[in-house]
């Protein structure tokens, strides 16, 4: 056995971590949103993109120039076939991302924060499945047995909430279709990948913003948590999540993501004080389980590895 892991390994490892720490940070994000929850979820949504696109923007312009020329250069250089393909996959992850935010800040602050976490215990067995038939990622009989699993759970807590479980199918389904869309993005900078979502995102949402915004929120509290939330659970992890999904396959990655709704679990029994009885407990333990026999295999080469 190799006493030291080699490059590969190692290459492994940073992008499982990357992938764990995204989404831990994502399961905390009740904390930084709920004190937010007088305010419409619209209003909420639309400071968020605006700051991203703001932040990422001047980010590029100051300390990626050089980058968004090769990026550019090579858009140039690829054949108009590819060219339209990667407009329509950033285009559309840019319409997902949006979707997916809005339907996530309304359910956590106008729903309740369990459905929101287990939106991202019903997304990975979407991304998973989705990633078999359009990625053609391979799956051993274990992950298939931890996708009946994760079915398993998510089946038995819409058995307790029907209506969360179509909230949270929403959530699931925009963030899977975007962890899809990203695996087409490799050749490109993931920060001007993402800094291209987020303005589309901003485009998209900028002729709503006279109708559909409340009045210019007056409070310091509401810019402290929205930058908070740009930066710490937006612009952070999904820069992360981006760096997994180009190392691992876009199926470990959704499996990976019940790390989010886990922690999410948690808080809203301890912190929001949700009512939890048996069948949820039984539910989020049998994804539990998934996880870990879903990644399984990898986690113990890593380890071994390290021998």
């Given amino acids: 056995m190799q006493l ?5 390994i190692l290459n492994n490892l940073r992008h ?7 989404f831990s940070l994502w399961g905390t994000f009740s904390l930084v949103l709920k004190p937010l929850h007088s305010y419409a979820s619209s209003d909420i949504l639309f400071y968020r ?3 991203c696109a703001l932040i990422m923007s001047l980010v590029s312009i100051l300390f990626k120039r ?15 076939k590819e060219k339209r393909k990667t407009i329509i996959v950033n285009v559309g992850s840019s319409i997902l991302l949006t979707a997916n935010w809005f339907s996530f800040i309304y359910v956590m602050n106008h729903v309740n924060v369990r459905a ?37 759970g998510c089946l038995l807590l819409s058995y307790t909430s029907l209506s969360d479980m179509f909230y949270s199918s929403i959530i699931g389904f925009t963030y899977a279709m975007y962890l899809i869309c990203q695996t087409q993005n490799k050749q490109f900078d993931k920060f001007l990948v993402l800094n291209f979502h987020m303005i589309i995102a901003a485009l998209i949402l900028l002729p709503f913003f006279p109708s559909y915004s409340g009045p210019i929120p007056a409070e310091f509290k509401f810019y402290f948590f929205v930058e ?27 499996m990976i ?19 939890l009885n048996p069948i949820q407990i039984v539910s989020y333990a049998l994804i ?20």
């Fill in 49 to 51: 993109v605006f700051s």
């Fill in 116 to 152: 929101t976490s287990v939106a991202y215990l019903v997304c990975p067995i979407i991304t998973t499945i989705l990633a078999y038939f359009i990625l053609k990622d391979k799956l051993t009989k274990l992950q298939w047995l931890s996708v009946f699993l994760s079915f398993l």
């Fill in 16 to 22: 499982y971590l990357a992938a764990i720490l995204a």
């Fill in 288 to 307: 539990f389980v998934a996880v870990i026999v879903f990644n399984g295999k990898e986690i113990f080469r890593l380890k071994t590895e390290k021998l």
């Fill in 257 to 275: 993501l019940n790390i989010n709704p886990i922690i999410a679990f948690i808080l809203a029994s301890t912190v929001y004080n949700e009512p």
């Fill in 4 to 8: 030291i892991p080699n490059e590969t």
């Fill in 66 to 80: 050089e980058k968004l020329k090769q990026n550019l250069n090579y858009f140039k250089s690829i054949s108009q």
């Fill in 228 to 254: 908070i939330i740009a930066v710490m659970y937006t612009i952070i992890p999904l820069l992360l999540n981006l760096f997994a999904l180009s190392g691992i396959a876009s199926s470990k990655v959704g």
